[in-house]
């Protein structure tokens, strides 16, 4: 009920004069107005704080469901990616590109097993580079999460983008940073959660 509204029976008891005064109190400091009228809608990114500070008459409005990957997906994205992503071109370890291909394949299952221990021609030029600087690649997940418009993830497959930092560090020189991402699909088999693809890879 709007706070105006209470002074009604109090000022028909004391008066015209106690009657202005309040109602005129009542009506300045009233800051109600129709249900609903300040507030987001319920599908908006900031209906959960709206909706906890101005509940409706209907009762606190529902929690907005969880974005989190579930953590067994969550582990085996991430878990890809690092294997995938981190080389060492130091003397007596990497020989390419596709010695990590081959630590990821561990992770994954169908096809895509036998694609990523493939050496790929294309890969030379930028692991001559690599070796002559004797570097060595590492990885900082910065993020796992469901693509907008994809799907969201079932008991028995997930599609995932994993965003995560590429730290190159040379033998000799400063350390480069670079924000890379990757896209997996996810199955459940009797092993676990392995990758099947990479999508746009």
């Not at 009228?37 to 606190?60: D, K, L």
């Not at 071109?89 to 990821?104: E, L, V």
């Not at 940073?177 to 999508?199: C, D, K, V, Y």
Request: proline share 8%; glycine share 8%.
């Amino acid at each position: 009920m709007p706070r105006s509204t209470r002074f009604i029976p109090i000022s028909a008891a004391i008066g015209v004069v106690g009657s202005l005064a309040l109602l005129s109190t009542g009506c300045s400091s009233s800051t109600d107005g129709p249900p609903g009228a300040a507030t987001a809608q319920p599908h908006s990114v900031s209906a959960g704080i709206t909706a906890a500070s101005t509940p409706s008459a209907e009762g606190p409005a529902a929690p907005p469901p969880s974005t989190g990957l579930p953590k067994d997906v969550d582990s085996a994205a991430r878990a890809f990616t690092t294997a995938y992503a981190e080389h060492d071109a130091r003397d007596g370890k990497d020989g390419s590109y596709a010695d990590a291909g081959a630590r990821a394949a561990k992770l994954a299952t169908g096809e895509l097993v036998e694609v990523l221990g493939q050496r790929r021609p294309s890969q030379d030029a930028v692991w001559t580079a690599l070796r002559a600087e004797k570097a060595r690649q590492s990885v900082t997940i910065t993020s796992a999460v469901v693509p907008d418009g994809a799907p969201a993830v079932t008991q028995s497959s997930a599609l995932v983008r994993v965003g995560y930092t590429l730290t190159t560090t040379p033998q000799s020189g400063e350390r480069r940073h670079s924000n890379e991402q990757l896209a997996l699909r996810l199955e459940h088999t009797f092993e676990g959660w392995r990758i099947t693809a990479m999508p746009w890879a």
